[in-house]
């Protein structure tokens, strides 16, 4: 999944961008509002972490602009934890969850989550379609067998992104949008490489290609 982070503390953003990227996220950082609002609007992310005391705009103008837009990526906010005031706003300018300062990055990333199944119709608390499940915390992959695989970081953000759009037709570049950095080189053929090493491990039929489109999950025989 590929998220957008947005925080103006360096230290902070940092630390956050590299734990992240450690839980299977694919992590663009914005360090203040009309930066932003920018790349909240052209970049398709899945995510976006917003922090609300941004210089040059703030993050509630910020995510107001974006839903005046249609703009619904879930957004989670960051606030003072004792500034009740700051989380009523945000959910009044369109937020889904908020996270109060400090927090611990777990807490963070179980609200990424439920994020993520809600905003696509997931029930319950696991990532679970076709006869897969995702175990996110050790970022392993379930067979219908109830065996475990596991999966390196680019493998398990891809097969993420491909069960959560299931049935759906996935084109190279929006794959690699959604599992890698801004600053990756989008021309590489690394999807491909890692499309083959998929399907190495859980079976050829489980993603099928579209010729001259892209690929789609179908999911295993159970």
């Known amino acids: ?17 590299h734990d992240l990227e450690q839980q299977g996220f694919a992590v663009d950082l914005a360090k203040e509002g009309v930066e932003a609002e920018f790349m909240g609007d052209e970049m398709a992310y899945d995510l976006i972490v917003l922090d609300l005391g941004l210089p040059t705009r703030s993050g509630i103008e910020v995510l107001r602009n974006w839903r005046s837009r249609d703009n619904h990526t879930p957004v989670i906010i960051l606030t003072a934890r004792d500034a009740w005031h700051e989380r009523v706003a945000g959910f009044k300018a369109g937020a889904d969850d908020y996270l109060g300062k400090p ?19 997931m029930v319950g608390n696991r990532l679970k379609s ?8 050790r970022q392993q992959v379930i067979l219908p067998s109830q065996q475990r695989l596991e999966l390196t970081g680019t493998e398990f953000r891809l097969l993420r992104c491909l069960i ?6 996935l084109s190279k570049t929006r794959l690699t949008e959604h599992v890698y950095e801004q600053d990756f080189d989008r021309d590489s053929n690394l999807i491909e490489v890692y499309i083959r090493r998929l399907r190495d491990k859980l079976g050829s039929q489980v993603i099928e290609t579209r010729r001259g489109q892209g690929y789609i999950y179908v999911g295993v025989e159970t």
Request: avoid cysteine; aromatic fraction near 2%.
């Open 1 to 17: 999944m590929r998220l957008l982070l947005v925080e103006d503390d360096e230290l902070l953003s940092t630390s956050l961008r």
């Open 103 to 121: 927090f611990h990055v777990e807490e963070l990333v179980v609200r990424l989550q439920a994020l993520i199944r809600r905003s696509h119709e």
């Open 130 to 137: 076709g006869g897969l499940e995702l175990d996110e915390e």
């Open 164 to 169: 959560l759009n299931k049935g759906k037709i």
